[in-house]
């Protein structure tokens, strides 16, 4: 199969909306505007942008939501090309004052606050038939090489092992699952406030990252 020619990356790229204690999400702004950013800049050959999808900040409630989207990046994959579809999944972090490659999800919701939709899980399994809350699942992304590309190119970013037990773990867990499972990447990348790192800049960062996972599959 790998010898087909070279490897097409499609990126499809989700944020998410505001929840109790972020007014202003700012995966959502990078979200909506992205495809507009990338376009003036033009991205490498053999790399195109996929969906960009605005998430409800939701466990439960919102998982059908996620799965219709995850569904549609299937649909459109043509099985006979040589392509790899990647997951890209944006996340704040409001105490945060960098960027972090967030390694691994854990299959454990215990939600620090109510969700968008009222739901606060402890210690529940995210998937059940997985076994208990202790289970990881990894990236099949390639994080140190993605780390160090952006590394060079000037970002004040880091690998991290904990996406939390709210949402973002949450959804990262279902993702990389269900990637593994379709034979896609997934990887989730926490970003800060604006107020920590300007708009532009992030925007630059995000491009950037999605230069970098394309990179490196």
């Known amino acids: 199969m790998g010898s087909e020619g070279p490897k097409s990356v499609v990126i499809h790229v989700s944020g998410f909306k505001k ?30 942008l996929g969906s960009c999808t605005v998430l409800e900040t939701a466990g439960d409630g919102a998982r059908p939501a996620l799965y219709k989207t995850m569904d549609s990046g299937v649909s459109t994959t043509d099985s006979t090309t040589n392509e790899q579809v990647v997951w890209l999944h944006l996340g704040v972090n409001s105490g945060a004052l960098k960027f972090a490659i967030e390694r691994q999800a854990i299959n454990e919701a215990t939600f620090r606050c109510p969700d968008e939709f009222g739901w606060q899980p402890q210690q529940l399994p995210i998937i059940a038939e997985d076994g208990g809350t202790s289970r ?4 099949s992304c390639s994080t140190e090489a993605i780390h160090k590309i952006l590394k060079k190119k000037g970002y004040d970013v ?15 867990y279902h993702s990389l699952r269900f990637a593994e499972e ?3 990447k997934s990887l989730f990348v926490h970003v800060p406030l604006f107020s920590r790192i300007d708009e532009e800049t992030q925007m630059h960062f995000v491009a950037s990252l999605l230069e970098a996972i394309a990179a490196t599959c």
């Open 158 to 172: 880091a690998i991290s092992d904990d996406a939390g037990r709210f949402v973002c773990n949450y959804v990262y």
């Open 182 to 184: 379709k034979g896609h």
């Open 19 to 48: 929840f109790q204690g972020v007014a202003e999400n700012p995966t959502e702004t990078i979200v909506k505007n992205l495809k507009g950013f990338v376009e003036k800049k033009e991205l490498p050959a053999g790399l195109t």
């Open 136 to 139: 990881a699942r990894e990236t």
